[in-house]
């Protein structure tokens, strides 16, 4: 029985689903095991540079508790003339647990996609949206 790779765009429609669906195993498992994600414009106290599967899951998994999303929309990708690189543009919407509050944060990914996992992503964010978040977030990234 054959199973056929998914494409980075189908990848990157998963990651999006399973993202505003707070299923942080399923978004762990769409990472290969030694990816990079590397956020260029990372706070002092938020690491500019982490790899590593377990790790993500980890992160994912500790900011879990502080908020809740709910849906990406608008999203717009870009597919590229190098065919393992993707980038996608979209709104996360959801709400802080313990407050409610609710946000939305807006994210640029680049992201190269092969044999159906991301291996590295470059992920810019609106830093103003989450500002008043930051410290609730720091903490859970750091651990």
């Known amino acids: 029985m ?11 429609d998963r990651f999006l689903r399973v993202s505003a669906a707070n299923a942080w195993d399923d978004l762990a498992d769409l990472y290969a095991p030694d990816a990079v994600i590397e956020i260029p414009f990372a706070p002092e106290d938020i690491p500019a540079r982490s790899q ?8 994912f998994k500790a900011a879990a508790g502080l908020r809740r999303f709910e849906k990406a929309d608008p999203v717009v990708i870009h597919e590229t003339r190098d065919p ?10 959801g ?5 409610g509050r609710p946000f939305v944060f807006s994210y640029v990914m680049v992201m190269r996609i092969r044999n159906g996992l991301i291996v590295h992503s ?20 750091r651990q």
Do not use: K
């Open 2 to 12: 054959s199973t056929s790779t998914p494409s980075p765009r189908e990848v990157v």
């Open 52 to 59: 590593g599967r377990e790790i993500f899951r980890a992160r």
């Open 84 to 93: 393992e690189v993707v980038i996608v543009e979209y709104d996360l919407h």
């Open 95 to 99: 709400s802080m647990t313990r407050s």
């Open 122 to 141: 470059r992920d810019y964010a609106n830093p103003l949206a989450g500002a008043e978040f930051r410290d609730e977030l720091a903490e859970a990234i």
